[in-house]
Each structure stands twice: as C-alpha cells, then as structure tokens.
C-alpha cells in the first residue's frame, strides 16, 4: 500500500495494515524456509540414492526409460492377441507367444481368456476384503466416536484396536497369512480385509464425530436406548459418507490385492510379474492395459453407485 494511503488510513487502520504486512513477511519467509528444505532434502536423496548403488544412480538415470521403450512389441496386434488368448503369428514354442496355453474353457469350445479370469479373481479379493473391511469398520467405528461412547477405556480400546490393524502394508500381513494357509488368494483377501477394517473404521468414527447430534438428542428424550439412536439418528446421515469412503476403498484394494498378487497372492498382480520377469512384452502390455481399463470401470461404478445412493440432486450446480 502506498504512503498516501497509508497516510489516509485511522490508527487503527494503520495499526491493521502493520500487522497485516508482518503476517506477510512471515509467510514469505516460511514459504523460502520450506522451500530450501525441500531441496536440501531431495539434494540428500539424490546423494544417499548414488551412494548406495556404489555411485551408479546418476550413471543409470539417463536409461530411466528404457525399460518403457523395451516393452513396445514388434506388432501392436499382439497386445490385443496377448489380452484374448488369440494364437500369434510369431508363436515359436516358447512361452513368450503362448497366449492359447492360458484358456480357462467353461463349457465346449467357450472360454474365458487367462488375463479376464486373473482379473476377475483380483477383483473378488478387492470386493470381498472391501466387505469385510466395510462392516467390521461399521460396528467397531460407534464405539470409538466421542459423541456417542462417553466411557474412555472403550474410545481408547476401540480405536488403538483400529491403529493396530491398519499398522501393517497390506503386503506384510499377507507374508504372515501366506506362511499359515499358503500361497493363493485366501491371504491375499485376508491380508486386504484386515487392513481395511482399520482403515475404513478411522475415517467412519471421524464421520460420526461430526454428525449432527439433534436427532440423537431427539430419541434420547423419548427414551430410546443407545442403539436406537445410534440406528436411527445417527446413521441415516453417516451413510451416505461411509459409501462413499467404502468405494473408495475398493479402487485402492484393487490396486492392493494386484500388488499382492504380485509376491505370491493369486490373481492378476501374479501374472504380471512373471511377464516382466520374462521379458514378455506383449503380455506386460495386456496385462496393463487391462488394470487401467478395470480401475476406470471400479472408478465408473462407484460414482453411479455413489448418484443412485445420494440422489441427484446433491450433484446439481449449487446444490
């Protein structure tokens, strides 16, 4: 601001703008303080990275993208004959063109094609665990709700008991299920499952903490008990924001579960591995490809899940 209009201002109006201008400063100068930080710590990365590959980070940088540039096939039709099991041209006998040997016949002549069935089992894993980890989170996040549970010892109990199964990757439980019931999907939803609870009971009891408390104010004078408040003033608002968290949680369980997959869990993720350990380019491709057609089509869902649940109206302009 100007010194003339400095000099038009009260003294309070120029005591605002002193403080104003001091606020500024100090944001400024916070705002530089982060900023030198981050590069100081992304310039320490970078050093620890080269370090630790013996002074080879910065030798291999520039050959970042040649592993992207490898996968590219000598024929784009292969993808699509790699995606629907289609007999190739170029099949040699070795496993790199096999792409019939993966058939999953159903009946007759009638089959599904391999990367179709592996896709279909990751997302089972993903909406079973996605299940489980919705309802185990819907009785469990109530009890953690500060709104609703007075006691301390049961908010205490019931939220560290959400830390604790949210505490482990997903991966990480999955090596202890895999070492108890073997390889295969069953840790994988196991492993998915557990670590849902946790966290979707987190964001639950953080929705039932904001809710508006009226209608339970409401029922409690006309002598209802806790569930009963609990079941008609309480989650009649919650549950739109829990499905919309729940759908959420399944696009990010399709990602787990492949993922998981990926060290010996069944499904897709499995399949992916093997075809870039390979060097199988093709396979690697369909196998992308169709993970991204998938998460749109989860993606997709859930919003027209989402509209039918919420009503249109909540999506009008203004609305």
């Given at each position: 601001?100007?010194?003339?209009?400095?000099?038009?201002?009260?003294?309070?109006?120029i005591?605002?703008?002193?403080?104003?201008?001091?606020?500024?400063?100090r944001?400024?100068?916070?705002?530089?303080?982060?900023?030198?930080g981050?590069?100081?710590?992304?310039?320490g990365?970078?050093?620890?990275?080269?370090e630790?590959?013996?002074g080879?980070?910065?030798?291999?940088?520039?050959?970042?993208?040649d592993?992207a540039?490898?996968?590219?096939?000598?024929?784009?039709?292969?993808?699509?004959?790699?995606m629907?099991?289609?007999?190739?041209?170029?099949?040699?006998?070795?496993?790199?063109?096999d792409?019939?040997?993966g058939?999953?016949?159903?009946f007759?002549g009638?089959?599904?094609?391999?990367?179709?069935?592996?896709?279909?089992?990751?997302?089972?894993?993903a909406?079973?665990?996605?299940?489980?980890g919705?309802?185990?989170?819907f009785?469990?996040?109530?009890?953690a709700a500060?709104n609703?549970?007075?006691?301390?010892?049961?908010?205490?109990?019931?939220?560290?008991?959400?830390?604790?199964?949210?505490?482990?990757?997903?991966?990480?439980i999955?090596?202890?299920?895999?070492?108890i019931?073997?390889?295969?999907?069953?840790?994988?939803?196991?492993?998915?499952?557990?670590?849902?609870?946790g966290?979707?009971?987190?964001?639950?009891?953080?929705?039932?903490?904001n809710?508006?408390?009226?209608?339970?104010?409401?029922?409690?004078?006309?002598g209802a008990?806790w569930?009963?408040?609990?079941?008609?003033?309480?989650v009649?608002?919650?549950?739109?924001?829990?499905m919309?968290?729940a759908?959420?949680?399944?696009?990010?369980?399709?990602r787990?579960?492949?993922i998981?997959?990926?060290v010996?869990?069944g499904?897709?993720?499995?399949?992916l591995?093997?075809?870039?350990?390979?060097?199988?380019?093709?396979?690697?491709?369909?196998?992308?490809?169709?993970?991204f057609?998938?998460?749109?089509?989860?993606?997709?869902?859930?919003?027209?899940?989402?509209?039918?649940?919420?009503?249109e109206?909540?999506?009008?302009?203004?609305?």
């Amino acid at each position: 601001m100007s010194k003339t209009a400095s000099a038009e201002l009260s003294p309070d109006g120029i005591q605002i703008e002193r403080h104003w201008q001091e606020l500024a400063g100090r944001r400024r100068a916070y705002s530089w303080i982060i900023a030198i930080g981050l590069l100081v710590t992304i310039a320490g990365s970078l050093w620890f990275a080269n370090e630790s590959n013996a002074g080879k980070f910065f030798d291999r940088l520039p050959h970042l993208f040649d592993f992207a540039g490898d996968l590219i096939p000598r024929d784009g039709w292969e993808v699509w004959r790699a995606m629907f099991d289609l007999p190739s041209p170029y099949f040699d006998g070795s496993l790199k063109y096999d792409y019939p040997e993966g058939r999953v016949y159903l009946f007759g002549g009638f089959y599904m094609p391999e990367y179709f069935y592996k896709m279909l089992e990751t997302l089972n894993i993903a909406i079973l665990a996605t299940l489980v980890g919705f309802i185990f989170g819907f009785m469990i996040c109530f009890l953690a709700a500060k709104n609703l549970v007075k006691n301390r010892f049961i908010r205490f109990a019931a939220r560290r008991y959400m830390e604790i199964l949210r505490a482990f990757p997903e991966i990480v439980i999955a090596g202890f299920f895999a070492a108890i019931l073997s390889l295969g999907p069953i840790p994988a939803m196991f492993a998915v499952g557990i670590h849902t609870i946790g966290a979707l009971g987190k964001l639950f009891f953080e929705v039932v903490e904001n809710a508006d408390m009226k209608a339970d104010e409401g029922l409690r004078a006309v002598g209802a008990n806790w569930i009963e408040r609990v079941g008609f003033g309480i989650v009649p608002q919650v549950m739109p924001n829990f499905m919309s968290y729940a759908l959420l949680r399944l696009e990010i369980n399709v990602r787990a579960s492949t993922i998981i997959g990926a060290v010996g869990g069944g499904g897709i993720g499995e399949e992916l591995r093997l075809s870039i350990g390979r060097g199988h380019q093709a396979k690697t491709l369909a196998i992308i490809l169709l993970l991204f057609i998938t998460i749109i089509a989860v993606d997709q869902f859930s919003a027209w899940l989402r509209r039918r649940l919420v009503g249109e109206q909540a999506f009008a302009f203004g609305g």
